[in-house]
């Protein structure tokens, strides 16, 4: 039992019931939460269902869909749909944007969401999660495209549910990173983790480093320093994790620190970048910066970046602050073409330990 802790809904009210639309967003994020509970509940029966496997459909990214990726988007649709809530849905699973229409009621808000992240885990039961975006609606018409082509900045919530030994959702409303876990028994989601900080510094990074051939210079170079550790530049040790879920990436990171990048690479010149802006990068970034850490493309803030499509993608490199100005200045000492050391007199481009 939780007496005196603090459920979903009790933290909501206190929190946003009072401000413009806030009892509309407390109302959306309790739906958020049902869809959440459900996805839980479906991942947790893993192959007992007959839901494992891949289906023969790929999303608009050209991926293979799971199950679980397909009813997954249908528990959030759904939900938003008869909530009352949003006046239009974007997914990673959907092609377009899905406006709400008759005999549904539009609502205030844009959801945007990615509803099953890390999918290519499922089957090896590693933790996945959903992702999720909320933009205030143009306006009480039916949203077109443009209407959801808002920078990050303009995010009035987002979050992330987190499908690991136990069911997290960290959201944030723009007042800080609080992590909730579901207590499964009782169907609540209690606040276990409020006012997330990030630590600014850290000894951990996150980096698919089979891509290291498609890297440009100023993350090779970030790279080759984490690994030469204590003989480098950096004078420690790192450590590396890859888990190839964002959100179990980001939840590690949020709870003790860390760097996760999934830089600009030149593997298929057509993507800037692996992850999508709207529903990958912006809200985990909200949630990152929220809780005292950065994100960012290498060259630009990501939540300032105003998308120019939907399924857009971006380069990530988000964590804890320090290490990521250390990032973004190795980009631009890049791009100036300076060979400058960022702290140490004994390192430059061209120094040791350098290529
Ligand atoms: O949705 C994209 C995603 O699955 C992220 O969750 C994850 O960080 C990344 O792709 C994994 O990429 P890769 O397959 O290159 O390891
Ligand atoms: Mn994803």
Not at 6 to 19: A, D, R, V, Y
Not at 32 to 43: E, L, Q
Not at 119 to 132: E, K, L, Q, T, Y
Not at 223 to 237: F, L, N, Q, W, Y
Request: include cysteine; hydrophobic fraction near 40%; charge should be negative.
């Amino acid at each position: 039992m939780h007496l005196g802790r603090k459920t979903l809904s009790k933290f909501l009210i206190e929190n946003i019931s009072g401000s413009k639309d806030g009892a509309a967003l407390a109302a959306l994020l309790v739906d958020v939460a049902a869809a959440v509970k459900a996805i839980a509940a479906m991942s947790a029966r893993g192959a007992l269902d007959g839901a494992s496997g891949s289906l023969d459909s790929t999303n608009v990214q050209g991926e293979t869909q799971k199950p679980l990726d397909v009813l997954s988007n249908t528990a959030f649709v759904n939900t938003f749909e008869m909530g009352g809530l949003v006046a239009g849905v974007a997914s990673e699973e959907m092609d377009d944007p899905f406006p709400v229409k008759a005999p549904h009621t539009r609502g205030p808000f844009l959801a945007i969401f990615d509803p099953l992240d890390g999918s290519s885990n499922i089957d090896g039961n590693v933790s996945v999660g959903s992702i999720f975006s909320i933009l205030r609606a143009n306006g009480t018409g039916e949203p077109g495209i443009e209407d959801y082509l808002q920078p990050g900045s303009k995010q009035v919530a987002a979050g992330y549910a987190l499908y690991g030994p136990s069911t997290v959702m960290v959201l944030t409303v723009g007042n800080g990173t609080h992590g909730f876990t579901l207590d499964r028994e009782v169907g609540n989601f209690i606040l276990t983790h409020p006012h997330i900080q990030i630590p600014a510094d850290t000894s951990e990074y996150a980096i698919n480093t089979s891509n290291e051939r498609f890297w440009e210079p100023p993350v090779t170079r970030y790279i080759d320093e984490c690994k030469a550790g204590k003989t480098g530049p950096r004078e420690r040790d790192f450590n590396m994790r890859w888990i190839a879920s964002m959100v179990a990436e980001v939840h590690r990171i949020l709870i003790r620190g860390g760097i996760f990048m999934y830089p600009r690479d030149t593997k298929d010149p057509t993507k800037p970048g692996r992850l999508r802006l709207m529903y990958e990068a912006n809200p985990m970034s909200f949630l990152v910066e929220q809780a005292g850490g950065a994100a960012s493309t290498g060259r630009e803030r990501i939540m300032d970046v105003v998308p120019d499509k939907i399924h857009q993608r971006i380069p990530v490199i988000l964590g804890s602050r320090h290490e990521v100005a250390r990032v973004d200045h190795y980009h631009q000492q890049y791009d100036a073409g300076t060979d400058k050391p960022f702290d140490s007199p004994l390192f430059n481009e061209r120094s040791l330990f350098r290529p």
